[in-house]
């Protein structure tokens, strides 16, 4: 690539999922679907956790702030993605493409602290159930959702700041269907390697410390369990983390196999695949998981739906 012409850019031109037109239409209604399973779900968790008095423990605040996020997540990527499915050109103008990309980093690396939150919190309320109430109080709660976003806040902002100050090439053209950080940065002329340290240095960390703090929780989980000699008791913190577990392995397999493989079997269109998992995909996917293994949110749902039930039939017509 040609990185002697400067140009200051107005916007960038998107590449998209596919070049074949006539796969946009089918792909336009399979993602609409996904995000509004992803809208409903996530909002609906959201909800419940919110109006249902029983609901009101850790688990179900760190599984308001899980679904908070995915939203987040599937929003930042979704709206503008099925726009460009039905768009001329898939254009998105310069201050939309960082204000993208700094949500997608906040969102994506605060879910990682989120999921070790919850396992730190099935840790405790497994391994330590007489003082569960003491630890995880309202307070360490709010401690243990405030810090990592602080944290994922400000490493969002430099990662993004960084890449918006450099000079950019005449191409303007990113090879993806959002603002992502490793498509934008080919198109920078000037030298990528601090932002390159940057970005390898924080994720590895963030990566690293937030399955650190899973797999500890989940050993010592895995020791009290054994230990247990009511087999009652071992199903029951075995049904406790099922949602919790399933959730991980999918998450943090699809990071794995994005950043994992090699850098000379590394290639945008796996990127593609694996982004849409990551963004729309596994957003759907959580309020599913949490719905269909978790008994208590079941029930609050079906206390709701009859609630709700009750009062239309009561009403006058």
Not at 53 to 76: E, V
Not at 189 to 217: D, H, M, N, P, Y
Not at 271 to 282: E, G
Not at 291 to 300: C, G, H, I, M, Y
Request: net charge neutral; proline share 4%.
């Amino acid at each position: 690539m040609d990185k002697e012409n400067l140009t200051v850019f107005n916007e960038f031109i998107l590449m998209g999922i596919t070049n074949h037109p006539e796969l946009q239409a089918p792909f336009f209604g399979l993602f609409l679907i996904i995000y509004m399973v992803s809208l409903l779900g996530n909002l609906g968790i959201i909800i419940l956790t919110e109006v249902d008095s029983r609901l009101q423990t850790p688990m179900y605040f760190f599984l308001k702030h899980l679904a908070f996020i995915d939203l987040g997540n599937s929003t930042a990527v979704g709206p503008k993605m099925l726009v460009n499915f039905v768009a001329i050109q898939n254009i998105i103008p310069y201050n939309w493409c960082a204000t993208q990309l700094a949500f997608i980093i906040f969102f994506v690396l605060n879910e990682l602290y989120i999921l070790a939150a919850m396992a730190y919190d099935h840790y405790v309320a497994i391994c330590n159930p007489l003082l569960y109430t003491v630890i995880m109080s309202k307070r360490v709660c709010w401690v243990l959702v405030v810090i990592p976003s602080l944290y994922t806040v400000s490493l969002s902002l430099v990662t993004t700041i960084k890449i918006f100050i450099s000079s950019f090439c005449g191409n303007n053209v990113i090879s993806h269907f959002y603002c992502d950080s490793l498509p934008l940065l080919t198109l920078i002329c000037s030298s990528t390697r601090e932002i390159e340290l940057i970005i390898l240095i924080f994720s590895a960390f963030t990566f690293v410390s937030s399955l650190l703090i899973i797999l500890v929780s989940y050993i010592l989980i895995l020791l009290a369990i054994l230990r247990m000699n009511s087999a009652e008791g071992r199903s029951k913190a075995f049904s406790t983390c099922g949602s919790h577990l399933t959730v991980v392995v999918v998450l943090y397999g699809t990071l794995f196999f994005m950043y994992g493989q090699p850098k000379s079997s590394h290639s945008f269109d796996t990127d593609k695949m694996t982004s849409l998992f990551s963004t729309l995909v596994i957003p759907m996917l959580n309020p599913i998981i949490y719905s269909l293994r978790n008994t208590e949110v079941k029930v609050a749902m079906w206390r709701i739906w009859e609630n709700l039930c009750k009062r239309l039939i009561s009403s006058p017509i």
